[in-house]
């Protein structure tokens, strides 16, 4: 399986700012997927990051609060804008060729205060 | 929309026992069931999968079953170990026309006590 990693993996943010989540994978991908998991709670998958073209956003996220890029086969960021107290969450890119098993990193421990 | 319900959504066993979760889905179309377990402070792992050609699928002491009919699938763990404590997630996979989409249950926390 594909080795992924995640930077920043923790941060401590004030509300009205944003943070740039990045996702590196140690091999060349098809599918990488960002999902969010609010405290105690499931995962949620936000989007699905297209290289070359725009991300594919689930219902109830949008762009401008989510804004994702896919520049390369190996690497994706997704940014948390004007962030607030609920956008408090792990963030979590997982990656996938199509009908296949996904795999997850370790996850982007967000703190808003 | 696919729609995963998973129980318990706690689960306290004695070491050496079992553990069951169970899990339904919704859309007949889903084909890939995966589980995963998640530590304190890290990602979901996947653990075992299986597809929806398959009935059961088993990896040492972990085992998964596919009732497509009833739209159940379930975990089942033998001689659970104090290691196996963690939070476990099913989820079902739908192809989409972008690529596969996964929907997660909620969540079992298993508790194997020593």
């Known amino acids: 399986s594909a080795v992924i990693s995640q930077k920043p993996s923790r941060d401590i943010c004030q509300r009205g700012t944003s943070l740039t989540i990045q996702c590196q994978v140690d091999?060349?991908?098809?599918?990488m997927f960002w999902y969010r998991q609010q405290p105690g709670q499931s995962l949620t998958l936000i989007a699905t990051a297209n290289q070359g073209s725009e991300a594919t956003y689930e219902s109830g996220f949008v762009i401008d609060k989510f804004p994702i890029s896919r520049p390369n086969l190996t690497f994706s960021t997704l940014t948390v804008s004007n962030m607030s107290p609920e956008d408090s969450s792990i963030y979590l890119c997982?990656?996938?060729?199509?009908?296949?098993?996904?795999?997850f990193g370790p996850g982007t421990r967000l703190l808003v205060l | 929309g696919e729609n995963v319900e998973q129980h318990p959504s706690t689960l306290s066993v004695q070491e050496g026992d079992s553990a069951v979760i169970k899990c339904t889905y919704s859309?007949?179309?889903?084909?890939?069931f995966p589980w995963y377990k998640q530590e304190l402070g890290k990602g979901p792992q996947l653990i075992i999968d299986i597809r929806s050609n398959v009935g059961e699928k088993k990896d040492q002491r972990i085992a998964v079953t596919l009732n497509k009919t009833a739209k159940h699938f379930s975990l089942h763990i033998t001689e659970t170990q104090p290691e196996d404590s963690a939070v476990y997630f099913c989820?079902?996979?739908?192809?989409?026309?972008?690529?596969?989409?996964?929907?997660f249950g909620a969540g079992t926390i298993l508790r194997v006590k020593s």
């Open positions: 997982s990656v996938g060729a199509v009908g296949e098993t996904q795999y």
């Open positions: 989820a079902a996979s739908i192809i989409k026309g972008y690529g596969n989409k996964l929907v």
């Open positions: 091999s060349q991908v098809t599918m």
């Open positions: 859309d007949s179309a889903s084909n890939y």
